[in-house]
C-alpha cells in the first residue's frame, strides 16, 4: 500500500511562487505514475498534473500549463509541484495521487492560497 502526505502550501500574493511536496511510502512508488489534483470549496476534485514513473512524459491541465511544473525524485519517493505566476484562481487544497488517481490513497492535501 502507498501513502501519500503532501506539505509545503501556503499563502502567496498573486504572481508568486509555491512548492508542494508529496511524501510517499510504499514499495511500489517508483513503479508509479503520479498526479497533482486540487479542490476548491464547493467544487469538485480536478487533475492538476502528471508525470509518468521514468519521468519522460508530463501531463497539465490547460490552466496551468506554462505555470506549474511536476517533478520526481524515485530515490527520495517524493514528487513535486512547482507553481510560478500563481492566481487567485490557484487557490484549493492540493493533493497528490497516483495517475490514475487512486480511490483509497487521498490524503490531507496542502492548502493553497493565493490572495490578489
Known amino acids: 500500500q502507498v501513502q501519500l502526505v503532501e506539505s509545503g502550501g501556503g499563502l502567496v500574493q498573486a504572481g508568486g511562487s509555491l512548492r508542494l511536496s508529496c511524501a510517499a511510502s510504499g514499495r511500489t512508488f517508483s513503479s508509479n505514475a503520479m498526479g497533482w489534483f486540487r479542490q476548491a470549496p464547493g467544487k469538485e476534485r480536478e487533475f492538476v498534473a502528471a508525470l509518468d514513473w521514468r519521468s519522460r512524459f508530463t501531463y497539465y491541465t490547460d490552466s496551468v500549463k506554462g505555470r506549474f511544473t511536476i517533478s520526481r525524485d524515485n530515490a527520495k519517493n517524493t514528487v513535486y509541484l512547482q507553481m510560478n505566476s500563481l492566481k487567485p484562481k490557484d487557490t484549493a487544497v492540493y493533493y497528490c495521487?497516483?495517475?490514475?488517481?487512486?480511490?483509497?490513497?487521498w490524503g490531507q492535501g496542502t492548502q493553497v492560497t493565493v490572495s490578489s
Open positions: 495521487n497516483t495517475s490514475p488517481a487512486g480511490d483509497k490513497l
